[in-house]
């Protein structure tokens, strides 16, 4: 059964900060790998979608990598903005199936 | 494009009550359906995965008849929460993917957030 977790909970930094947001799965024999976005009371935006047989992804200052042998995926984004501040969610795909497993998420803070 | 609608946005209702949810693909036809439940500070759960024309696939330790889903239309499910009590007050969330067994990404809806008093 696949387990998602992320690290850290939450995060607080300062406005221009580049930073790491890490994912970890238990089942390696993932579909894909997501990561979204989640503002207070909302539903989800996705941010990056990473295919199985791929290794990052880029879409702006967000760039995401997969390693599926050691079962990590990380979110980089470069020049915080205190616009970034939301809830990112990393899901990863249950086995060869189309089923999401998601994590707690990881509440991230930018300071002006 | 890829818009998903939910509705409604927020309900409250009694204990004892059925609560009807839509969720609506505006822009795509939804192949498969995905309906979550988020407790606070928890992660999105899974309920059920539904397929357009056929019965919906629960997750383990989902009542499928507490949680009926209808998925009639392949632009239309919905999920109704049966003689509701307050421990299923939650964010219900639903996700639909334009491709047969969601094997592509899943665009999600803005959410339902259901008080039960």
């Known amino acids: 059964k696949q387990e998602v977790t992320q690290i850290p909970a939450a995060l607080s930094v300062p406005e221009g900060e580049n930073l790491v947001l890490n994912c970890s799965f238990t089942?390696?024999?993932?579909?894909?790998l997501q990561w979204f976005r989640q503002d207070p009371g909302k539903g989800l935006t996705s941010l990056l979608l990473?295919?199985?047989?791929?290794r990052e992804q880029t879409s702006g200052r967000l760039n995401a990598s997969l390693d599926k042998s050691s079962g990590r995926s990380t979110l980089y984004i470069a020049a915080s903005q205190p616009g970034d501040s939301a809830t990112y969610l990393c899901?990863?795909?249950?086995?060869?199936?189309?089923?999401?497993?998601f994590g707690k998420g990881t509440k991230l803070t930018v300071n002006p | 494009g890829a818009v998903v609608s939910q509705h409604p946005s927020r309900v409250i209702c009694k204990s004892g009550t059925s609560v009807k949810i839509e969720c609506r693909s505006l822009?795509?036809?939804?192949?498969?359906m995905f309906w979550y439940r988020q407790f606070p500070k928890q992660s999105l759960m899974l309920m059920a995965t539904?397929?357009?024309?056929?019965?919906?696939?629960?997750e383990q330790g989902v009542e499928k008849d507490k949680f009926l889903i209808n998925h009639a239309s392949l632009t239309l499910s919905t999920l109704t929460v049966t003689s509701a009590h307050p421990e299923d007050s939650s964010f219900y969330i639903c996700?639909?993917?334009?491709?047969?067994?969601?094997?592509?990404?899943?665009?999600f809806g803005p959410g339902t957030r259901l008080t039960v008093l």
């Open positions: 996700s639909a993917s334009p491709l047969a067994g969601g094997l592509d990404t899943q665009y």
């Open positions: 089942d390696s024999a993932i579909y894909n």
């Open positions: 990473i295919q199985s047989s791929q």
């Open positions: 899901a990863a795909t249950q086995g060869g199936s189309e089923k999401l497993v």
């Open positions: 822009d795509f036809q939804a192949t498969t």
């Open positions: 539904s397929n357009e024309g056929s019965k919906a696939t629960y």
